[in-house]
C-alpha cells in the first residue's frame, strides 16, 4: 500500500513563491507518475502538473505554466511542487497523487491516479 503525506503549504501574499512537498511511502514504490492536483469548495479536482517518474517529463495545466514546476527526487521517494508568482486564483486544497502503470487516459485524468495525499492548504492573499 503507499501513502503519499502533502506538507509546505501555507498562507503567502501574491507574488510569493511557496514549495509544496508529497512523501511517499510503501514497501515498493514505483508509479509511472505523480501528479499535483488542486481542489476549491464547490469546485472540480483540476489537474495542474505532473511528472512521470523514471524519466522525468513534465506537463502543465495552461494556468500554471511559467509560474510553477514539478520535479521529483527518486531517492527520497518525494515529488515538489514549486509555485511561483503566486495569485488569489490559486487559492485552492492541493492534493499529489501516484499512478502505478502506464495510462489508458490522459495524465490530467483523476483516472490515471490510484493513490492521493490527503491535501495541504494554500491560500494566496491579494
Known amino acids: 500500500q503507499v501513502q503519499l503525506v502533502e506538507s509546505g503549504g501555507g498562507l503567502v501574499q501574491a507574488g510569493d513563491s511557496l514549495r509544496l512537498s508529497c512523501a511517499a511511502s510503501?514497501?515498493?514504490?514505483?508509479?509511472?507518475?505523480m501528479g499535483w492536483f488542486r481542489q476549491t469548495p464547490g469546485k472540480e479536482r483540476e489537474f495542474i502538473a505532473a511528472?512521470?517518474?523514471?524519466?522525468?517529463?513534465?506537463y502543465y495545466a495552461d494556468s500554471v505554466k511559467g509560474r510553477f514546476a514539478i520535479s521529483r527526487d527518486i531517492a527520497e521517494n518525494t515529488v515538489y511542487l514549486q509555485m511561483n508568482s503566486l495569485k488569489s486564483e490559486d487559492t485552492a486544497v492541493y492534493y499529489c497523487?501516484?499512478?502505478?502503470?502506464?495510462?489508458?487516459?490522459?495524465?490530467?485524468?483523476?483516472?490515471?491516479?490510484?493513490?492521493w495525499g490527503q491535501g495541504t492548504q494554500v491560500t494566496v492573499s491579494s
Open positions: 497523487a501516484a499512478g502505478r502503470a502506464f495510462p489508458t487516459v490522459p495524465l490530467q485524468s483523476l483516472r490515471t491516479y490510484d493513490y
Open positions: 510503501g514497501r515498493t514504490f514505483s508509479p509511472y507518475v
Open positions: 511528472i512521470t517518474w523514471m524519466i522525468g517529463s513534465t
